[in-house]
């Protein structure tokens, strides 16, 4: 992989670095080596693989700001210039984005939705704040302590390896809402991490709705006819957001046990089943229901018997 160095002087025109005397370049390369061609666009994947380091997957563009990791395009996934805007179907970009400094986030979400065109697909990874904070509610060993300080910021081994930013899935969803995605599905992998994808969608294209599957539920299952599941323990809690008042319809099957709906602003009904679901009614909104600020809100918990679970349809 090249150098820094060696890719900038292969940006330069040929023509150009022909005037430099002869000496002077026999010198540099004998240092630095022959400049690197120039970053051929047209012979890499329509997929990117943003903050790469050593997770380096064919099949895709991977970048990342350490030329040691050895990436296709050596870059900055905040800005990414060179790049066309609407070009890529998928982008990945998991253990990112706590990376960057807080005010960061917004305009380096814009622009990897620069990037992907109307439809494309993030993939994205994150630690959940809330759970790490849990974490250490429940041990007070000083090494668990000590290893959720880890994770909470980086392992700061070398430059770029520090967490400024952190997230839970109600700030994670917003940002992305924010910055032109819809459609998010979130769900906690290992217990502190939230893992999920998110649409690239047009401006205007209605309602905007995502989910964060919480602390109870278990990882979305599949058969051989594409039906998806997913099982959820005896209390389980999902988030769904919505960035403008509308109607939701959401379908929590249960084998037994209740669904409370609670969350200010949000106008919400419990159609009864059997077993019965019970409704726990929220308190009274404090503004119109499609207000922009706690009517987006609502945070679903499912509570279901020791001894069975529930499954919940996708959504």
């Known amino acids: 992989m090249a150098s820094p160095l ?26 630095f080596g022959h400049p690197a061609p120039p970053f051929d666009l047209a012979s890499h994947p329509r997929r990117l693989n943003l903050g790469s380091g050593w997770d380096k997957r064919p099949g895709y563009l991977n970048v990342d700001l350490h030329g040691f990791h050895r990436p296709d395009l050596v870059g900055d ?13 998928e982008i990945v970009a998991q253990d990112v984005l706590e990376h960057l400094e807080r005010d960061e986030v917004p305009p380096t979400l814009r622009e990897w939705r620069r990037l992907l065109a109307v439809g494309g697909q ?23 302590h000590r290893r959720v300080m880890q994770l909470l910021f980086g392992t700061q081994a070398y430059d770029g390896d520090y967490h400024h930013a952190g997230f839970t899935d109600v700030l994670l969803i917003d940002e992305l809402h924010r910055a032109g995605f819809g459609h998010c599905e979130l769900e906690l992998r290992d217990d502190w991490l939230w893992e999920g994808d998110a649409r690239a969608v047009a401006r205007g294209s209605g309602p905007n709705v995502s989910l964060a599957w919480g602390h109870g539920f278990y990882r979305r299952e599949a058969d051989a006819s594409g039906a998806t ?10 988030l769904v957001y919505c960035d403008a008042g509308c109607e939701l319809g959401l379908e929590l099957p249960l084998l037994n046990g209740e669904v409370q709906v609670p969350g200010a602003g949000v106008d919400a009904r419990c159609a009864l089943a059997s077993p019965p679901c019970v409704y726990a009614s929220p308190p009274e909104p404090t503004g119109s229901a499609s207000s922009p600020g706690p ?9 279901t018997s020791a001894s069975e679970s529930a499954g919940a349809s996708r959504g």
């Open 6 to 31: 060696r890719a900038l002087a292969g940006r330069v025109p040929q023509k150009w670095r022909r005037r430099v005397p002869a000496p002077v370049r026999n010198r540099l390369v004998e240092r």
């Open 229 to 238: 599941w997913r099982w959820g323990e005896h209390e389980a809690n999902l």
């Open 295 to 303: 009517a987006r809100r609502r945070r679903a918990t499912t509570a």
């Open 77 to 89: 996934v905040r800005s990414l210039p060179m790049l066309p805007s609407g070009r890529y179907e």
């Open 122 to 144: 993030l993939w994205l990874r994150v630690p959940d704040l809330l759970s790490l904070a849990d974490w250490l509610r429940a041990d007070d060993a000083p090494d668990r």
